[in-house]
């Protein structure tokens, strides 16, 4: 392999495009994952915008183009998805039948490691280092919007009867009630990140709009037009104001999903849960095959989707002491944060003591 590491502002258009192409084609392939938004040269050029550190290797065969891996690189040379904590898929992108070494290709980018938490399936020479691997649902959609809710309605009646009653009942106690698939007022974005900045606080959870660098990234993401990746702001509006938002990334097939709020004061019509059946239908008319929900232990996630993918969390090491070190601190707390997720009997009583603590700090 010919291995060439480039900061975003140096690849080139032509790299760009490559790398787009072998995106776009990866469903031909039974390798559906690489498609996904946060995998495009679009994120990581935007998280290189605000983050140092961000790196791309270039991977060509026979002079060709065959793999584009994004990074991020520490100065001591511990590597890290891009985008780690934010972004729901993770990985190399490949042209068919690639195949690579995994330390071969962390000695080329001068890492000792490689840390991700959502890598996609199939990369085999990363799942060698995989800690957990985790369920992400999915809404298929690409049988058109009235097959998948027809599906909704076999798998979960009472959930679908409810929901669309309230939406009827929105409408009634709402003058106008009107749904917009890709808003363009940034306006709706700010209170978008509002809401969730305050559900963050309520749930004793990280504010993530609190970080400087996230904000700074959905606010360029917000503005970034491509072909084909965009970001989408959705918005469901009642009474001339908006109720529920939501902002995710799409490429040609798949809408990601990132970050849903409302606002509480309609809560009693559950819209968020409208706004993401609004957004089913309006993907579907805009040819996306899918919705990627994410990883995540959500009640509405389990009702929404029509099948789940798996994301994985590990890391990929060399014979390195800092390799070494870096796991040792990390491994127990994820490996004590997995295992509360994982048992209700763990999970349910440090839920409630988060959302105390959430109450206690909005009210202050």
């Given at each position: 392999?010919?291995?060439?590491?480039?900061?975003?502002?140096e690849l080139s258009a032509a790299h760009r495009a490559a790398w787009t192409a072998m995106q776009s084609k990866a469903h031909l392939h039974d390798a559906p994952g690489l498609a996904n938004p946060f995998l495009s040269p679009e994120f990581t050029l935007a998280t290189g915008r605000v983050r140092r550190g961000v790196r791309i290797a270039v991977v060509l065969e026979d002079g060709e183009p065959a793999a584009y891996f994004p990074f991020r690189r520490t100065a001591a040379g511990v590597g890290r998805a891009v985008g780690l904590g934010v972004s729901d898929a993770q990985g190399l992108v490949h042209r068919p039948g690639f195949t690579w070494d995994a330390r071969e290709l962390l000695r080329a980018c001068g890492l000792s490691l490689w840390e991700f938490d959502h890598l996609v399936e199939g990369q085999q020479p990363f799942e060698a280092g995989a800690s957990g691997t985790f369920p992400s649902p999915v809404m298929d959609v690409d049988q058109g919007y009235e097959t998948y809710l027809d599906g909704l309605r076999d798998r979960s009646p009472k959930f679908t009867r409810t929901t669309l009653a309230k939406e009827r009942r929105l409408g009634r106690d709402a003058k106008d009630v009107r749904y917009v698939h890709d808003e363009r007022d940034p306006a709706a974005l700010h209170a978008l990140m509002a809401w969730k900045?305050?559900?963050?606080?309520?749930?004793?959870?990280?504010?993530?709009?609190?970080?400087?660098?996230?904000?700074?990234?959905?606010?360029?993401?917000?503005?970034?037009?491509?072909?084909?990746?965009?970001g989408i702001l959705s918005v469901l509006y009642a009474d001339g104001r908006p109720v529920a938002a939501h902002f995710g990334l799409r490429t040609e097939r798949v809408l990601a999903c990132w970050f849903p709020a409302y606002d509480p004061a309609f809560a009693k019509y559950s819209p968020g849960l409208i706004l993401h059946l609004r957004m089913a239908e309006a993907?579907?008319?805009?040819?996306?095959?899918?919705?990627?929900?994410?990883?995540?232990?959500?009640?509405?996630?389990?009702?929404?989707?029509?099948?789940e993918v798996a994301v994985s969390e590990g890391w990929v090491t060399r014979r390195h002491p800092v390799a070494v070190g870096h796991r040792a601190r990390r491994a127990p707390v994820r490996a004590l944060r997995n295992a509360v997720l994982a048992r209700p009997e763990l999970f349910e009583p440090a839920d409630r003591l988060l959302k105390r603590v959430g109450h206690f700090r909005s009210s202050r």
């Open positions: 392999m010919d291995i060439s590491v480039y900061r975003p502002g900045s305050a559900q963050y606080r309520r749930t004793g959870r990280s504010d993530r709009f609190a970080h400087e660098w996230i904000s700074r990234l959905v606010r360029q993401l917000f503005h970034s037009r491509s072909e084909p990746f965009a993907a579907a008319a805009d040819g996306i095959a899918y919705l990627d929900l994410g990883r995540g232990q959500k009640g509405y996630k389990d009702s929404l989707k029509t099948r």
